[in-house]
């Protein structure tokens, strides 16, 4: 993943992959391979089954469709894509990102 985040951001002359992942990649680790923050959420004071707050998981799914978002913005980077559909790429991409930041 270190790689492919340098690869993207040396493509793309910022380093927007890298501290995207930075900020988000221990919990997402823990939430897909088991980690504290999953245990915390199958174990309580009534049993083992799923405990994940509707909040988190909506959260959870929005993170998981703007790495997707940012992927594909990547790939047109390093495709060296025409600049205006390079240009709109990025202003849908910024537009997801607005709506994510403020969901009303």
Do not use: C
């Amino acid at each position: 993943m270190d790689t492919v985040t340098k690869q993207l951001d040396k493509a793309g002359g910022d380093a927007t992959f890298a501290q995207s992942k930075a900020k988000v990649w221990k919990a997402m680790s823990h939430y897909a391979h088991g980690g504290l923050r999953q245990l915390e959420r199958w174990a309580g004071a009534d049993g083992i089954g799923p405990r994940h707050p509707d909040r988190e998981t909506i959260e959870v799914l929005h993170h998981v469709n703007l790495y997707g978002l940012l992927a594909v913005l990547g790939i047109a980077r390093l495709a060296h894509e025409p600049t205006e559909q390079l240009q709109a790429l990025q202003q849908k991409v910024l537009a997801f990102i607005a709506k994510f930041a403020d969901p009303t």
